[in-house]
């Protein structure tokens, strides 16, 4: 079938599309810059490329209208002033160019939010708009996801560089439920037209709760090949927090924000129906920090 792909340059857009090219799907992707996603993919040659940016709407290309699935998988925005306003607006765009398809589903990643942050609450507005799009849409939500050049990853390298490891005494007690990335990317073609998942919700996550200390701990273990002791703060005001990981890790300063925000709760799924409509080998932690290294090391 022939599929549309946004953010095909992040994260798991970049990872979704050889699982649906080995499916035999005709994969679409739009994207703002195709010079730059030539560079950067490997798959460029196997798919179709279409340009435009969402947050300008006459800036894209027409969508070919025998589309028949959409993944929405937009990074999310910098959390600067207007953020909100700017995640709508890529969404109402979207929805607009896939309603002159003969698009039958909609499939968006997003996160767990509970205590609903100012992201968290973005987050739901996007989800209302593509609510409202003529096919039908599928809402994932994930846990953390653990994979190679994940931001979980990258904060974790960051962070067991050295022993001791200083946190904050709050990210030592949250508990996550981490995923790997292969399993979202599994998910995410298993609900590719999967009537059971029209119009529906779904948490996904992996097999494990486990405080974000014990990931830490697991991390040096597997990935170090050593062991290292962890000393807690009380007290760290969440700018400090943010800097202080945008110095020691790759991240930037925004993704720094987003996790110190979310590190401050649990991150654990309270559904898991998803696995009677797509049942799923599950990794465990120490699988997923396993396919990070190179062969060499693991």
């Given at each position: 079938?022939?599929?549309?792909?946004?953010?095909?340059?992040?994260y798991?857009?970049?990872?979704?599309?050889?699982?649906?090219?080995?499916?035999?799907?005709e994969?679409?992707?739009?994207?703002?810059?195709?010079v730059?996603?030539?560079?950067?993919?490997?798959f460029?040659?196997?798919?179709?490329?279409?340009?435009?940016?969402?947050?300008?709407?006459?800036?894209?290309?027409?969508?070919?209208?025998?589309?028949?699935?959409?993944?929405?998988?937009?990074?999310?925005?910098?959390?600067?002033?207007g953020?909100?306003g700017l995640?709508?607006?890529?969404?109402?765009?979207?929805?607009?160019?896939?309603?002159?398809?003969?698009?039958?589903?909609?499939?968006?990643?997003?996160?767990?939010?509970?205590?609903?942050?100012?992201?968290?609450?973005?987050r739901?507005?996007v989800?209302?708009?593509?609510?409202?799009?003529?096919?039908?849409?599928?809402?994932?939500?994930s846990t953390m996801?653990?994979?190679?050049?994940?931001?979980?990853?990258?904060?974790?390298?960051?962070?067991?560089?050295?022993?001791?490891?200083?946190?904050?005494?709050?990210?030592?007690?949250?508990?996550?439920?981490?995923?790997?990335?292969?399993?979202?990317?599994?998910?995410?073609?298993?609900c590719l037209?999967?009537?059971?998942t029209?119009n529906?919700?779904?948490h996904i996550?992996?097999?494990?709760i486990l405080?974000?200390?014990?990931?830490?701990?697991?991390?040096?273990?597997?990935?170090?090949?050593?062991?290292v002791?962890?000393?807690?703060?009380?007290?760290?005001?969440?700018?400090?927090?943010?800097?202080?990981l945008?110095?020691?890790?790759p991240?930037?300063?925004s993704?720094?924000?987003?996790?110190?925000?979310?590190?401050?709760?649990d991150?654990?799924?309270r559904?898991?129906?998803?696995?009677?409509?797509i049942?799923?080998?599950?990794?465990k932690?120490?699988?997923?920090?396993?396919?990070?290294?190179?062969?060499?090391?693991?």
């Amino acid at each position: 079938m022939k599929v549309l792909l946004t953010g095909a340059n992040g994260y798991i857009g970049a990872r979704l599309i050889p699982a649906l090219l080995a499916q035999g799907h005709e994969v679409v992707c739009l994207v703002r810059d195709k010079v730059l996603f030539e560079k950067q993919s490997q798959f460029a040659a196997q798919v179709s490329i279409i340009t435009g940016d969402l947050l300008r709407n006459r800036s894209m290309e027409a969508l070919p209208v025998d589309i028949q699935a959409a993944y929405y998988l937009v990074n999310a925005l910098p959390q600067t002033s207007g953020f909100a306003g700017l995640e709508a607006l890529s969404a109402e765009n979207f929805v607009n160019a896939v309603n002159q398809t003969h698009c039958k589903q909609i499939i968006s990643l997003s996160e767990i939010d509970d205590h609903l942050t100012e992201a968290g609450l973005s987050r739901l507005h996007v989800e209302d708009i593509l609510r409202t799009a003529d096919a039908a849409v599928t809402i994932l939500k994930s846990t953390m996801i653990i994979g190679e050049g994940s931001i979980a990853i990258e904060l974790m390298e960051g962070l067991t560089k050295k022993s001791p490891i200083l946190i904050a005494q709050k990210w030592a007690k949250a508990q996550e439920q981490p995923i790997a990335t292969c399993n979202v990317v599994e998910y995410l073609t298993g609900c590719l037209l999967n009537q059971d998942t029209f119009n529906s919700e779904f948490h996904i996550s992996g097999p494990e709760i486990l405080t974000f200390k014990q990931m830490l701990l697991l991390h040096s273990e597997v990935c170090r090949g050593r062991k290292v002791s962890i000393m807690t703060m009380p007290q760290v005001s969440a700018a400090l927090s943010s800097y202080w990981l945008n110095y020691l890790t790759p991240i930037s300063f925004s993704h720094a924000k987003t996790l110190v925000e979310n590190l401050k709760y649990d991150l654990v799924s309270r559904d898991d129906a998803i696995q009677s409509i797509i049942p799923l080998k599950l990794k465990k932690l120490r699988e997923a920090l396993l396919e990070t290294m190179p062969v060499s090391r693991a």
